[in-house]
């Protein structure tokens, strides 16, 4: 990983481990620097417990011959259902053969029932003069023709149960066919939700080993210092601050990319509430006077190159929202370089600049700019490093109703609990100079 996403790694680990803060709690109670010790916390490997690329190459493989079928299956599915749906199929031909055979039977029903009706008619005009025999005759006739109705309607009846025992078969077929479709199409879903996340996961882990592959080759000795001047050391919510960070290249060597980096923490007067989202910090170059906010990375654009001796002077601001409650902050400032021959280095170490936060509508009062921690820059080249010294930030609060130093915990042990734990392990950095 980057050196630059492992000093934002650092400042995130330090801002959510408030079991570790409350420790730190007597070093701030007390005006007097504490001793600071060197330690070597455990390394653990970053790959531990993961999967290799060799194996997620195997589970995107076989996600990809998953879900290839599954578009072969729901493909098949939907050539099925279509031919379903055409009138050739066997069971679409019952259908017509059934509706052909009630149609005759509807047919003769209508003609047997014309024959009843013909029947009763010749009885009726049957003359006085008509004989015995004829009455009989016609009677007779008028039975037939009744019976020969019943028997046409009994037909038509079974003709027409016909039909829809063949319709419901055909139906049933094209609805089955078409549950097929649906479950393919889910399958086929699933399958590519599984195919990507294989995919992304393969990517990320390439991505993972080019990195740390493309590990820089150590300078000599460099200095990059980066130092905040200007920021006072109580800012009103609602209100915003300008101030100055200077980049400088202390070294005999040109620097050809130096990225600046910045991070503001702060708390309510517990310490223990976060109110990130409140503060905010932007940017601006010398060369222009629009304010950029700090990226996510907390990364500002790189200065390209930084002569040997020389210095950029960044303008920031700081700008706290009117709903923050009273409470304190700290801004982080660092720095890295990456040179096109292939070496890099910077100050892993977070200076730390500390300030209260009135509350909103506080009147301005005028105080000192805030100081970082006395001790020395750490102005050495990064390459592993172990037992990273902690970096406290010093300074007392002022008369504002904090009962004790406990409310500075999450500020001052930013980069004392991050880097002394053993964030700043395996520094690289990527020779492109990308901001990644």
Request: hydrophobic residues 45%; negative net charge; aromatic residues 2%.
């Amino acid at each position: 990983m980057t050196f630059r996403r492992i000093l934002a790694t650092a400042v995130a680990a330090a801002v959510v481990t408030p079991v570790l803060l409350i420790s730190a709690t007597p070093a701030l109670a007390d005006d007097k620097q504490p001793t600071r010790t060197q330690q070597t916390p455990t390394r653990q490997s970053s790959t531990q417990g993961k999967p290799s690329i060799a194996q997620l190459e195997l589970a995107a493989a076989a996600a990809q011959a998953v879900y290839d079928a599954a578009v072969k299956a729901e493909t098949a599915a939907r050539e099925a259902l279509s031919a379903l749906l055409s009138d050739t199929t066997p069971l679409a031909v019952a259908v017509k053969t059934a509706q052909g055979v009630a149609a005759e039977a509807a047919t003769a029903k209508t003609e047997a029932d014309q024959a009843v009706v013909d029947a009763k008619a010749a009885l009726a005009e049957l003359s006085d003069t008509a004989t015995d025999d004829e009455r009989t005759a016609a009677a007779a006739a008028v039975t037939a023709a009744e019976g020969a109705a019943v028997t046409a309607g009994e037909a038509k009846d079974e003709a027409d149960a016909a039909v829809v025992k063949a319709m419901d078969a055909r139906d049933d077929e094209r609805v089955a066919a078409a549950t097929a479709v649906t479950l393919a199409q889910e399958a086929t879903k699933e399958a590519l939700a599984d195919k990507t996340a294989a995919d992304e996961a393969l990517a990320k882990a390439k991505e993972e080993a080019a990195e740390e592959d493309d590990e820089c080759v150590s300078a000599s000795e460099p200095r990059l210092t980066t130092i905040i001047t200007g920021l006072p050391t109580t800012v009103v919510a609602g209100t915003k601050v300008d101030f100055n960070l200077r980049v400088t290249n202390g070294s005999d060597e040109t620097m050809d990319e130096v990225l600046p980096f910045a991070y503001v923490h702060a708390t309510d007067r517990s310490g223990l509430d976060a109110i990130d989202d409140l503060v905010h910090l932007q940017w601006s170059s010398a060369s222009s006077s629009k304010w950029k906010t700090v990226d996510n990375k907390h990364y500002m654009d790189a200065i390209s190159p930084l002569k040997a001796g020389a210095h950029v002077d960044v303008k920031m601001r700081l700008t706290v929202d009117a709903s923050a409650p009273a409470g304190n902050g700290v801004t982080f400032v660092a720095g890295d370089y990456v040179n096109d021959d292939g070496t890099c280095g910077g100050n892993p170490d977070l200076e730390g600049y500390e300030f209260l936060i009135a509350a909103a509508g506080s009147k301005p009062v005028k105080t000192d700019d805030t100081t970082p921690s006395t001790t020395q820059p750490n102005t050495s080249d990064i390459t592993t490093q172990t037992g990273a010294s902690a970096r406290p930030v010093t300074g007392t609060l002022a008369a504002t109703g904090s009962s004790s130093a406990t409310s500075q915990l999450a500020l001052a042990s930013g980069a004392a609990v991050a880097i002394g734990a053993g964030a700043m392990f395996a520094v690289r950095r990527r020779r492109t100079g990308t901001h990644a």
